[in-house]
């Protein structure tokens, strides 16, 4: 089993910057490849970012490329999500996740093991 806890949501204004870190717990996840997920209400749970085990490779949703990064740390068995030039679309309920599927799968959310609780990122206009 694996425990993943989402930290550092919050409220923002349109244009600032907010860094998410996702501490996974139970089991070492250096091997697994990580995801970031969002859902904003009365919509569907969507993807966001991912990098594969070795941090080697990343991908990036349309919408955030360019202004979201996704990194990770296997030491701290810990994955970040940088999120710069924040759009009140941006809102939504974050989730981290983790899969021992290939990266070219890595973008749907039936494919992950565990999920976190998710944490709340409020952007204002």
């Known amino acids: 089993q694996v425990q993943l806890v989402e930290s550092g949501g919050g409220l923002v204004q349109a244009g600032g910057s907010l860094r998410l870190s996702c501490a996974a717990s139970g089991r070492t996840v250096s091997t697994y490849t990580m995801g970031w997920f969002r859902q904003a209400p009365g919509k569907e749970r969507e993807f966001v970012a991912v990098?594969?085990?070795?941090?080697?490779?990343?991908y990036y949703a349309d919408s955030v490329k360019g202004r979201f990064t996704i990194s990770r740390d296997n030491n701290k068995n810990a994955v970040d999500l940088q999120m710069n030039s924040l759009k009140p679309e941006d809102t939504a309920v974050y989730y981290c996740a983790t899969t021992r599927s290939a990266l070219a799968r890595a973008r749907t959310p039936a494919v992950y093991d565990y999920w976190g609780q998710g944490t709340q990122v409020t952007v204002s206009s």
């Open positions: 990098i594969s085990w070795n941090a080697i490779s990343t």
